[in-house]
């Protein structure tokens, strides 16, 4: 898997970090980034605007768009950095199939991210949300191929600690991705 590009999977819940910490990867790694949000249908974000918990039904579109975009750059051979909470190992599962694909988790404390939440204004997922995922979350599994981080950390830490981390499991990390590969 590592002499190619990869499509980083960055997850957790709201509040997580997952969207500058994604940014933020992507710059370092110069690739693609994809905001996970920005896929939900209009549905889904009119009802989390609503403070209604989304079911599977509801999310079923939203992660076939996220699987196309990964399957989208894994056939183009393009590292790409993509968003997505991806809440239960179900999710997880259909999220890795295509291989090439590798999770990370931010790890934040509950307090953290309610603390996170009550200062968001920008967003519409409000903190009365973030119990409703930290309920449907399903615990990492030791099997599952996740990178797991320390969501308290800043951004840059967690970045850092994250490409450290995947150029000991995959030495050829540390070429560009368009060069990976590459005899």
């Known amino acids: 898997m590592n002499d190619c590009p990869l499509v980083w999977i960055v997850i957790g819940v709201s509040g997580s970090g997952k969207s500058v910490v994604g ?3 992507s710059e370092r790694l110069e690739c693609d980034f994809l905001e996970g949000d920005l896929r939900h249908p209009l549905s889904n974000i009119i009802k989390m605007s609503s403070q209604i918990p989304l079911e599977d039904e509801d999310r079923r579109q939203w992660m076939m768009e996220i699987e196309d975009d990964i399957r989208r750059a894994v056939n183009r051979n393009r590292e790409t950095v993509i968003t997505c909470s991806a809440l239960k190992a179900s999710y997880r599962k259909l999220l890795t199939s295509p291989g090439q694909v590798q999770l990370v988790w931010i790890n934040v404390t509950t307090p953290e991210l309610e603390r996170r939440l009550n200062q968001r ?3 519409y997922m409000k903190l009365e949300m973030l119990r409703s995922q930290l309920s449907t979350f399903e615990s990492i599994d030791l099997n599952e191929n996740i990178i797991t981080v ?5 951004p840059v830490e967690i970045v850092n600690e994250l ?6 499991l995959f030495p050829n990390m540390e070429k560009p991705w368009w060069q990976r590969g590459i005899k």
């Open 23 to 25: 940014r933020l990867l």
């Open 121 to 123: 204004s920008n967003h």
């Open 150 to 154: 320390d969501g308290l950390l800043s």
């Open 163 to 168: 490409l450290a981390t995947a150029i000991k």
